[in-house]
């Protein structure tokens, strides 16, 4: 299964790490478009893959996202980080154009459904 690409960018920061904690839709290895620029969901946790942020967890100094994959210890969870990985450090407006298919609106408008509950 592919990693989906999720478009979180009108959501601060804050608000869009909490829909990573809750939301189903988003699972390991997904790539999510946010504020501080782009981070793919590890297990429970949403790391940043391009840019910086004060709220997304972030790969340790001198760590390679090869080496942070080894640990993952379920089979297929490395090749699903490491695929999600691959995808967001495609170019962003290839990144834009790839969230913009039916289902990731789908799970958009679901998402938005329940920030403003």
Not at 36 to 47: L, S, T, Y
Not at 95 to 115: C, R, S
């Amino acid at each position: 299964m592919e990693p989906k690409i999720i478009d979180l960018r009108a959501l601060d920061m804050g608000r869009a790490y909490d829909v990573t904690q809750w939301s189903e839709s988003i699972r390991h290895g997904d790539v999510m478009l946010v504020a501080d620029g782009v981070a793919v969901m590890c297990e429970a946790w949403p790391v940043m893959v391009a840019g910086a942020s004060t709220v997304f967890h972030r790969l340790a100094d001198g760590v390679t996202w090869e080496r942070f994959a080894l640990d993952c210890p379920r089979p297929g969870m490395a090749d699903r980080l490491l695929a999600g990985v691959a995808a967001a450090q495609r170019p962003a407006a290839d990144l834009v154009a790839a969230a913009l298919n039916l289902a990731d609106l789908a799970d958009l408008a679901d998402l938005a459904e329940g920030v403003q509950s």
